[in-house]
């Protein structure tokens, strides 16, 4: 029973970016489709982007700068010149203000440090947060001269694919390579008929997709014309997809011919070879015949040899006593 041959794999569009897009401006899209996470979708507050990683550290420099104020103002033992000898408040109050005195030398220098730290970090993260809001800006400025896939629906990201499978062919092909077609054309017409179509198609599934679900009364004729004119609109985008496939058929027949000329080339390229080899053929034949001859001589050699033999066992017999 004969098999059935295995379906095509699908066509999968893939997304399509303006031609005329800075090179900076196809990267950022580029990362922000593989990174969305890291790009936001719009601007935000530079305080509330900022205020989350400043609170610990706020927190941190208002506490040195009191804890330096209040050591300094608590006075815990103040010793009397009069005072003779050691008293129990010596030896408590002089070591607890000991301690006190300490902590504000410590400190005192500590929180302008850190207060300097403190603006460093706020300016650094304010900075973050300007330069993602102007990142953000620029994508919502750009985001429009990027179609992807899931901005169509079924009918145009078929043709989408269609057509992106037909400008493959054609920049990949041998002939492309070579420079034997029109290569830099190519190079320029075929991502600019892609944007186009691209477009196009995005336009078509916005219109698609605004169409009420359940039209009602002259809603419904007027939708009718309506899709009509739609129709109508996806029907030329198909002749534009179907006209690139015609071309891209041509350039695969094209490349066809170049490699089956390049193989007779090779073939004819060879023929000194073949003639060598044709030859060196004749060459075996007469070294057999004289192989064959040597052959015979040494047959004769053998053969007297043999004859020889015989005569000398005879007339080791004859010569030879009886037992």
């Not at 095509?8 to 489709?33: C, F, K």
């Not at 071309?247 to 060598?276: F, K, N, P, S, W």
């Amino acid at each position: 029973m004969k098999k059935n041959p295995p379906p095509s794999p699908r066509l999968a569009a893939i997304a399509v970016r303006d031609p005329d897009l800075a090179e900076n401006d196809r990267d950022l899209l580029v990362r922000a489709e593989h990174d969305p996470r890291s790009y936001p979708r719009g601007e935000v507050s530079v305080w509330w982007a900022t205020a989350p990683y400043l609170l610990r550290p706020g927190a941190a420099v208002v506490g040195l700068g009191i804890g330096a104020w209040v050591t300094g103002e608590i006075e815990v033992y103040t010793p009397s010149p009069h005072d003779g000898g050691a008293t129990m408040n010596d030896s408590f109050g002089r070591p607890v203000q000991e301690l006190f005195d300490g902590l504000h030398s410590a400190l005192l220098p500590a929180w302008p440090i850190g207060a300097a730290v403190f603006v460093l970090m706020a300016w650094m993260y304010a900075g973050n947060a300007v330069s993602r809001n102007k990142t953000a800006r620029r994508l919502s400025e750009i985001k429009d001269r990027c179609v992807q896939p899931s901005d169509l629906n079924d009918d145009a990201r078929t043709l989408l694919a269609r057509a992106q499978q037909a400008q493959k062919t054609v920049l990949t092909s041998a002939v492309q390579r070579f420079n034997l077609i029109d290569r830099q054309h190519n190079d320029v017409a075929l991502p600019r008929q892609e944007w186009e179509i691209a477009e196009a198609l995005r336009e078509y599934t916005r219109l698609v997709k605004a169409e009420p679900s359940n039209p009602k009364g002259k809603v419904a004729a007027l939708l009718d014309t309506r899709r009509r004119a739609l129709r109508a609109s996806l029907d030329g985008i198909t002749r534009r997809v179907s006209a690139l496939e015609s071309y891209a058929d041509q350039v695969a027949q094209a490349d066809d011919r170049y490699r089956e000329l390049q193989q007779i080339q090779a073939l004819t390229d060879g023929r000194d070879d073949v003639l060598d080899l044709l030859a060196r053929t004749a060459r075996d034949d007469l070294a057999v015949a004289e192989i064959e001859g040597m052959t015979g001589k040494a047959a004769a050699v053998a053969d007297a040899f043999t004859v020889a033999l015989e005569s000398a066992k005879e007339a080791a017999v004859i010569a030879l006593p009886a037992r």
